[in-house]
């Protein structure tokens, strides 16, 4: 969730690292900082870092800093709290004078390691599982210091290089040894002020960028945008030691590990959106967008969710789907699809429950399929390992390229929807939709099911769905109306469908508490008298999500249900839906293009995410890096 940055180069790193931590910000936003090694002053064991840390955005960063410092090497981080709440205190980096450090995920044992700390003679400065790291290293890399020091006689042929090399290899394999967790870190040392030393286990990703006579260290692509066009992925349970013209690699155990460059996808900053308006909106606008982009690649790349492979076949005998969140919401719209369109038996699965319910399931050797925006959620990501060691094909379903998932998967089914900003996905979300019904429509070419080829979306209604998504975004006057009207002063909201519907409830409800902070939940419409029903009080927003399908009738029943104990409706629905409803009992309505029933997904997601953001602006919340949440979860 925390993001990290390291630059160790030939010019100033301060200005940089603020930019790179600006973009990072929605992996993180509770507290951020920055260390540099100080020109001015000659390093040693005494302190001589130039840290500032500031609680809340980079912004309030950015004022406290020095911005005509001159280091050419630093580390940066932004926070999101995991141990210690977020003040400064406990912003990272953390130093002690000799070492600062920037880390993201979990150190499992730091408590008997602090106690073992406490009990030397340290005294901790802060709340965090961090700061073991700091004490850590810094017992080691002395003691490696001193012992090379001790055996110089016989070592004086070695370069400083070399010398450097030996200390610092020598006291990360120790200190690895000693911390378990889901970790990356980076690191800067006094005795060793033109190096950053950076490691991960697992989960947590760090990359290694090559800049002009420098060498960036940090946790995504997107960070690096604009000071790297080249990057190394380093591989779980691996560490890097790196200076402005080299890097090492090595594996925990310090044998020599290999580097593999990628092209950085993010070469250019992903353009920000105009003052006053959020990346969240940007994002809701460039849906149509990416639904033509990849309807384009479909029809000229025909491989592009080609599932003839040898490797994804086997899902025909059944397929495992799993994600957190929006993407799990997406995973249910795909054992839709892939059930009844290809007639492929789907389960999905919470990737967080993933392995508590596999356990039960010993024998269950069917490939397992991960979505995921990020490409780097901890709990997508353990999913997938699980399923991995036991054997079973691992594919995904990304958008990141080259992130955790997409590295790790047999085979990657990209949904190319570009650098996807805001906390709240939602250009991501429709793209992850139209790619597994793109996906179950060819399955259902190599499964040879029965569902008659006439009852799937024809290329005309794929053409039009781009149009419709067009037309649905010029509504947003309605939706503004409604947020402000309704929604804004609501404490509770429900949404209720059948079938597809339902599910793009759960999506719409999660969107409205995510950014507005309003409690609203997803109810299959005839689950309500099942118990919901009672959440309903003279007032209570209700969204009946209901386009004119062959479900339709019974979502309006579930409709008057609700209206006759005082629920104020508003309903969306189409053109044809609206002709059969009965108006005397609708507070408002939102009228979208109709479409073929399997595209919907596609044009409903935009009257809710719309519905979000417009409350979340009346109540004016901070819509693209929500309180509490962080862009990818990259802590279990
Ligand atoms: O990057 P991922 O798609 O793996 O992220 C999964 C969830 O964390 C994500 O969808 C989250 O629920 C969003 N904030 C919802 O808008």
Request: proline residues 3%.
């Given at each position: 969730?925390?993001?990290?940055?390291?630059?160790?180069?030939?010019s100033?790193?301060?200005?940089?690292?603020?930019d790179?931590?600006?973009?990072?910000?929605y992996?993180?936003y509770?507290?951020?900082?920055?260390?540099v090694?100080?020109?001015a002053?000659?390093l040693?064991?005494?302190?001589?870092?130039?840290?500032w840390?500031?609680v809340g955005?980079v912004?309030?960063?950015?004022?406290?800093?020095?911005?005509s410092?001159?280091?050419?090497v630093?580390?940066?981080?932004?926070?999101w709290?995991?141990h210690?709440k977020?003040?400064e205190r406990?912003?990272?980096?953390?130093?002690?004078?000799?070492?600062?450090v920037?880390?993201n995920?979990?150190?499992?044992?730091?408590?008997?390691?602090?106690?073992?700390?406490?009990?030397s003679g340290?005294?901790?400065?802060?709340?965090?599982?961090?700061?073991?790291?700091v004490h850590?290293?810094?017992k080691?890399?002395?003691?490696a210091?001193?012992?090379?020091?001790a055996?110089?006689?016989?070592?004086?042929?070695?370069?400083p290089?070399?010398i450097?090399?030996?200390?610092?290899n020598?006291?990360?394999?120790?200190?690895?040894?000693?911390?378990?967790?889901?970790f990356?870190?980076?690191?800067?040392?006094s005795?060793?002020?033109?190096t950053?030393?950076?490691?991960?286990?697992?989960?947590?990703?760090l990359?290694?960028?090559?800049?002009?006579?420098?060498?960036?260290?940090?946790?995504d692509?997107?960070g690096?945008a604009?000071?790297?066009?080249?990057?190394?992925?380093?591989?779980?349970?691996?560490?890097?030691?790196?200076?402005?013209?080299?890097?090492?690699?090595?594996g925990?155990?310090?044998e020599?590990a290999?580097?593999?460059f990628?092209?950085?996808?993010?070469?250019?900053e992903?353009?920000?959106?105009?003052?006053?308006t959020?990346?969240?909106?940007?994002?809701?606008h460039e849906?149509?967008?990416?639904i033509?982009?990849?309807?384009?690649?479909?029809?000229?790349?025909?491989?592009i969710?080609?599932?003839?492979?040898?490797?994804i076949?086997?899902?025909?005998?059944?397929?495992?789907?799993?994600a957190?969140?929006?993407?799990?919401y997406?995973?249910m719209?795909?054992?839709?699809?892939?059930?009844?369109?290809?007639?492929?038996?789907?389960?999905?699965?919470?990737?967080?429950?993933f392995?508590?319910?596999?356990?039960?399931?010993?024998?269950d050797?069917?490939?397992?399929?991960?979505?995921?925006?990020?490409?780097?959620t901890?709990?997508?990501i353990?999913?997938?390992?699980?399923a991995?060691?036991r054997?079973q094909?691992?594919f995904?379903?990304?958008?990141?390229p080259?992130s955790?998932?997409?590295?790790m998967?047999?085979?990657?089914?990209?949904?190319?929807?570009?650098?996807?900003?805001?906390?709240?996905t939602?250009?991501?979300?429709t793209?992850?939709?139209?790619?597994l019904?793109?996906?179950a429509?060819?399955?259902?070419?190599?499964?040879?099911?029965?569902?008659p080829?006439?009852?799937?979306?024809?290329?005309d209604?794929?053409?039009?769905?781009?149009?419709y998504?067009t037309?649905?975004?010029?509504?947003?006057?309605?939706?503004?109306?409604?947020s402000?009207?309704?929604?804004?002063?609501?404490?509770?909201?429900?949404?209720i469908?059948?079938?597809?519907?339902?599910?793009m409830c759960?999506?719409g409800?999660?969107?409205?508490?995510?950014?507005?902070?309003?409690?609203?939940?997803?109810?299959?419409?005839?689950e309500?008298?099942h118990?919901?029903i009672?959440?309903?009080?003279d007032?209570?927003?209700?969204?009946?999500l209901?386009?004119?399908?062959d479900?339709?009738?019974?979502?309006?029943?579930?409709?008057?249900?609700?209206?006759?104990?005082?629920?104020?409706?508003v309903l969306?629905t189409?053109?044809?839906?609206?002709?059969?409803?009965?108006?005397?009992?609708v507070?408002?309505?939102?009228?979208?293009?109709?479409?073929?029933?399997?595209?919907?997904?596609l044009?409903c997601?935009?009257?809710?995410q719309l519905?979000?953001?417009y409350t979340?602006?009346?109540?004016?919340?901070d819509?693209?890096?929500p309180?509490?949440?962080?862009?990818?979860v990259?802590?279990?």
């Amino acid at each position: 969730m925390c993001s990290i940055i390291g630059i160790v180069g030939d010019s100033p790193v301060v200005h940089r690292l603020l930019d790179a931590l600006g973009r990072l910000e929605y992996r993180g936003y509770d507290s951020a900082g920055i260390s540099v090694t100080n020109p001015a002053i000659n390093l040693g064991d005494t302190g001589n870092f130039l840290t500032w840390r500031s609680v809340g955005r980079v912004k309030e960063l950015s004022k406290k800093i020095d911005l005509s410092c001159k280091s050419t090497v630093g580390i940066g981080h932004t926070r999101w709290a995991t141990h210690g709440k977020p003040t400064e205190r406990n912003a990272h980096p953390h130093t002690d004078g000799f070492l600062s450090v920037v880390h993201n995920g979990i150190i499992e044992n730091f408590s008997e390691l602090k106690t073992e700390l406490i009990q030397s003679g340290i005294v901790f400065q802060s709340d965090t599982d961090t700061e073991v790291l700091v004490h850590l290293l810094s017992k080691y890399i002395k003691k490696a210091r001193n012992l090379y020091e001790a055996n110089s006689a016989a070592e004086a042929t070695k370069s400083p290089d070399d010398i450097r090399r030996t200390i610092l290899n020598d006291a990360i394999q120790n200190v690895l040894k000693k911390i378990c967790g889901s970790f990356a870190f980076a690191a800067l040392c006094s005795d060793f002020p033109e190096t950053i030393l950076a490691a991960r286990s697992t989960s947590c990703p760090l990359a290694v960028g090559k800049g002009i006579n420098e060498f960036i260290v940090c946790s995504d692509a997107f960070g690096m945008a604009g000071l790297s066009s080249e990057l190394h992925y380093l591989d779980d349970y691996t560490y890097a030691i790196v200076s402005r013209r080299n890097l090492s690699v090595f594996g925990f155990g310090g044998e020599k590990a290999s580097t593999r460059f990628y092209a950085n996808p993010f070469k250019q900053e992903s353009s920000k959106p105009e003052e006053q308006t959020h990346y969240m909106l940007k994002e809701i606008h460039e849906q149509p967008l990416v639904i033509q982009r990849l309807l384009d690649k479909v029809a000229s790349e025909r491989e592009i969710y080609d599932i003839s492979s040898e490797v994804i076949l086997d899902a025909i005998n059944g397929l495992t789907l799993t994600a957190c969140g929006t993407a799990f919401y997406a995973c249910m719209i795909g054992r839709y699809f892939l059930q009844t369109v290809a007639g492929i038996r789907t389960d999905i699965e919470l990737a967080s429950e993933f392995q508590s319910a596999q356990i039960s399931a010993r024998d269950d050797n069917r490939p397992v399929l991960a979505v995921s925006q990020s490409g780097e959620t901890a709990d997508t990501i353990k999913a997938l390992a699980y399923a991995k060691e036991r054997g079973q094909k691992i594919f995904s379903i990304v958008n990141v390229p080259q992130s955790s998932l997409a590295r790790m998967s047999h085979k990657v089914f990209y949904t190319h929807a570009g650098p996807e900003v805001g906390v709240a996905t939602t250009k991501a979300f429709t793209a992850q939709v139209f790619v597994l019904l793109s996906m179950a429509i060819e399955f259902s070419k190599k499964n040879y099911v029965n569902f008659p080829s006439e009852a799937l979306p024809s290329r005309d209604d794929f053409r039009k769905v781009v149009g419709y998504m067009t037309k649905t975004l010029s509504l947003d006057s309605q939706s503004i109306d409604i947020s402000n009207s309704l929604f804004r002063h609501a404490k509770n909201i429900l949404y209720i469908g059948r079938g597809l519907n339902y599910y793009m409830c759960l999506e719409g409800a999660l969107k409205m508490k995510e950014i507005s902070y309003i409690h609203a939940e997803g109810v299959a419409a005839g689950e309500l008298k099942h118990g919901p029903i009672a959440l309903i009080e003279d007032g209570t927003p209700v969204v009946v999500l209901a386009p004119f399908d062959d479900l339709f009738a019974k979502t309006m029943s579930n409709m008057q249900e609700v209206a006759a104990r005082g629920a104020k409706v508003v309903l969306i629905t189409d053109e044809i839906g609206m002709k059969h409803v009965d108006q005397s009992i609708v507070h408002s309505a939102v009228m979208l293009p109709h479409t073929h029933k399997l595209l919907t997904p596609l044009i409903c997601a935009i009257p809710m995410q719309l519905f979000a953001y417009y409350t979340a602006l009346a109540r004016g919340c901070d819509i693209d890096k929500p309180r509490n949440l962080a862009k990818s979860v990259t802590v279990e």
